[in-house]
DNA sequence: AGTTGGATGGTCT
DNA sequence: GACCATCCAACTG
């Protein structure tokens, strides 16, 4: 069984946000996250990487939460040897990824839990299912949350772009990328809803 | 250490 | 037919 600590996310707000995949109403492919929550959206992008969402709020909300990357913490082998296998791999050697960065990333958490779009809208709620979302262990390192404007998603224009939603453990050796404008400054912001950037 | 461009295919206009 | 919620190798300095 492979297991992780998920160490950064973005939130991802319904058919008004323009970043969102929910932006065009609801679609074949979408639809799922406008049924009720705590199912998986799984799509491709870039024509060969898969990206990990939860459902999030009431049903019709359509809101999610991508998974952007996790520490391994059991099953780390299977997440090597899962993260070999890509089907398109190009150019010559391909080193084996460093532990840290084995889930780093949205592409790499899917190809080192091997989440495809067969486990697109399964219950992740669902203990016995193929994916199941679990509660933080009581004794696990409490995180320190920084957050920072959501990646790749420059396109969506203001306010979209400039918002915050984009949230993280500081404390960990994961994460796909720094968080921009992380420091001192942001001491009495809060994430949130809001639109306040 | 930081930047750049190619791979690749489903989805929506 | 254009556009991606990415990743990595191959550059430059």
């Known amino acids: 069984m492979r297991v992780g600590r998920i160490v950064e996310v973005e939130a991802y707000g319904g058919p008004q946000d323009r970043a969102s995949h929910a932006r065009a109403g609801p679609t074949a492919r979408t639809s799922v996250m406008f049924g ?13 990487h898969h990206c990990l969402n939860v459902v999030s709020g009431p049903p019709g909300a359509a809101g999610a939460v991508l998974v952007r990357a996790a520490e391994a913490l059991e099953g780390q082998a299977a997440m090597v040897a899962a993260r070999d296998v890509p ?34 809208r399964t219950d992740l709620c669902d203990p016995n299912g193929p994916l199941f979302l679990a509660p933080a262990a009581p004794d696990d390192r409490p995180p320190v949350v920084a957050w920072g404007p959501r990646i790749g998603i420059g396109y969506a224009g203001e306010p979209w772009s400039g918002l915050r939603w984009r949230l993280v453990d500081r404390s960990s050796v994961a994460l796909s990328a720094p968080v921009e404008g992380d420091a001192a400054e942001q001491a009495d912001e809060t994430p949130g809803p809001g639109l306040g950037g």
């Open 36 to 48: 009720p929550p705590g199912h998986a959206y799984v799509y491709l992008v870039y024509g060969m």
């Open 87 to 120: 089907a398109a791999r190009r150019g010559p050697p391909a080193r084996p990824p460093r532990r840290a960065l084995i889930a780093s990333g949205p592409g790499r958490l899917c190809a080192a839990f091997s989440i495809d779009r067969t486990l697109d």
